[in-house]
């Protein structure tokens, strides 16, 4: 390269140089603004592709542009919620957005809009509001806010909510959507009543926007057979929704053979689904048919316990054998109990430990015959209790709807925490405390360790003996040789050493030997091997 190619790159750099402090951060924030506009926009291509993963993977590797970008943060919320991340990560980039709000393709009441919709399905209702009265005014405000109150259990915000949604935004099929879904399991009220002529009128206008309107309004349709013109000319665009087929049964456009067939070639069933189907059948023979396909079904069954369109359980099934159950309670998409199971039985699981806090720890469980746990791990550390005697039984088993397909139940889901986990444990393993590399095993006696072991790749290397609970001696091989040749005497009090000697040659004569007092050490050695120590100094403690 030529000097006059070099001068002006030195002349750049010179002028760089002499800039303020603050107009340098500028120069800075200007560039960093530039290298965060391209991680964007590679991230919005990725998702217009539908290369959803890579896009989170830029947007994850693109955090340290966060500052002067909430385009990033949102985008990775955005991303997040897609592909089913826990909830908590979506609101913790949605936080980061609005905590440097510097925003340039995007703004915050798209924000802000994801942030309600979140909240919502944690059902952290309350919050969703006040983060709605930020997002500005559109149909999908309104709708979030409705689906707020309803969570609340307000019927009247909710009434007044999605008649003002229907004022505001008649061409809007969503405020629609959400009240047919609300009424159709409610005896109507008058205002109620009003509310479904409304949307019954305007149901012509909507169904292109939202076919499924069709079979969501036949609860509130007099008329069958307009109902069932609906229905029928929904299902024959030949993209029909499986939640469709009870209304087609119920009318007599499919009979129970075919809505059999339909019904159990989906991967992916609802559980009030299942119900309402097996409800319609009408004879005995068909009931014999619906219980032999649920028998030997593959698949997934869902259950939504509160109706508001997220699952709390799902339990995968091979054959009719169960595979897996997960439970989320909160909805936040971190299962406060996951099952997998062997053979159609219950072999392992991860919940969460009820003391875990904030740090949201999970146990991992092992069971030699369910219930009987056979181990349980957290974190490092793993619980053995003794063979039969601690009982974990969070699920319970039925028959379903008439076949041999066993569904899981609970009740309620008994937490364990870490004092349980020591209460019945026989044996606590853990990495070694001494030696790097070791296991160390502790030896329980009624939730109080007894005895503990090292080992470093199957070998001694050493042992701790306790009083109470409380360690009294310790032998340990310091120099790995094979042998114990280091005693440690422990205060009886504190978990401190008072004292230590070691024979380092083997000769059955401890040469050498520490003596603890406060922050001092007295060191002495036997320099002749007469057993007794005649040297002595005395130094600070490390």
Not at 106 to 127: G, H, Q, V
Not at 298 to 312: A, L, P
Not at 446 to 457: D, F, K, T, V
Request: with cysteine; net charge negative; aromatic share 10%.
């Amino acid at each position: 390269m030529s000097r006059s190619m070099l001068l002006p790159v030195w002349l750049m750099a010179a002028a760089l140089t002499a800039l303020p402090a603050q107009d340098w951060e500028d120069v800075q924030k200007t560039g960093d603004a530039a290298v965060a506009e391209r991680y964007a926009q590679w991230a919005q291509a990725a998702i217009d592709d539908g290369r959803w993963s890579f896009a989170e993977e830029a947007l994850e590797r693109a955090a340290d542009y966060a500052e002067v970008s909430s385009d990033l943060s949102y985008l990775l919320a955005f991303v997040r919620n897609h592909e089913h991340r826990p909830r908590r990560a979506v609101l913790e980039a949605l936080r980061s957005a609005f905590a440097f709000n510097q925003w340039n393709s995007y703004s915050p009441a798209e924000a802000r809009l994801l942030e309600a919709k979140t909240l919502i399905a944690i059902r952290s209702f309350e919050a969703a509001l006040d983060v709605l009265r930020l997002a500005g005014e559109s149909a999908r405000e309104i709708c979030l806010r409705a689906l707020a109150y309803q969570g609340l259990n307000d019927s009247r915000g909710f009434i007044q909510t999605i008649k003002e949604a229907l004022d505001r935004y008649p061409r809007s099929a969503m405020p629609v959507r959400i009240f047919f879904k609300y009424a159709a399991n409610r005896i109507p009220g008058a205002g109620e009543r009003e509310l479904i002529a409304i949307c019954l009128r305007r149901l012509p206008l909507l169904l292109e926007e939202d076919p499924e309107l069709a079979f969501l309004a036949v609860p509130f349709i007099r008329d069958t057979e307009e109902a069932r013109r609906l229905v029928a000319a929904y299902r024959a665009s030949g993209e029909a929704d499986i939640a469709a087929l009870p209304a087609a049964l119920n009318l007599g456009i499919i009979d129970e053979t075919q809505a059999l067939a339909e019904l159990f070639q989906e991967p992916l069933l609802d559980k009030d689904l299942l119900e309402t189907v097996w409800g319609l059948l009408r004879t005995v023979e068909d009931r014999r048919d619906f219980a032999r396909n649920l028998s030997a079904f593959s698949g997934f069954i869902t259950e939504d316990i509160d109706r508001d369109g997220y699952i709390e359980s799902r339990t995968a099934y091979r054959n009719g054998s169960l595979l897996s159950y997960f439970y989320d309670a909160d909805q936040d998409l971190l299962p406060e109990l996951d099952v997998f199971f062997t053979a159609g039985l219950p072999a392992r699981a991860e919940l969460a430990i009820e003391d875990s806090g904030k740090d949201r720890s999970r146990v991992f469980l092992e069971w030699e015959q369910y219930p009987a746990v056979l181990s349980a791990e957290l974190g490092e550390v793993k619980y053995i209790p003794r063979p039969g005697e601690f009982f974990f039984n969070p699920l319970q088993f039925r028959d379903l709807l008439g076949s041999a397909l066993l569904y899981p139940e609970r009740e309620f889901i008994p937490r364990i925490s870490r004092r349980t986990l020591i209460s019945f444990a026989l044996t606590i393993e853990q990495p070694g405390r001494e030696i790097p590399g070791s296991i160390e095993r502790i030896e329980m006696n009624a939730g109080i360790p007894r005895l503990s072991r090292e080992y470093l790749r199957n070998r001694l290397v050493a042992e701790t003996e306790y009083l109470l609970g409380q360690p009294i001696i310790q032998r340990i091989d310091m120099d790995l040789d094979g042998r114990l040749e280091t005693i440690r005497r422990y205060n009886r009090d504190l978990e401190t050493w008072a004292s230590s000697e070691s024979d380092w040659d083997g000769d059955g004569i401890y040469e050498y030997g520490e003596t603890y007092l406060d922050d001092l050490v007295i060191r002495s050695w036997d320099m002749d091997k007469d057993g007794i120590r005649e040297y002595s100094e005395t130094g600070v403690r490390n």
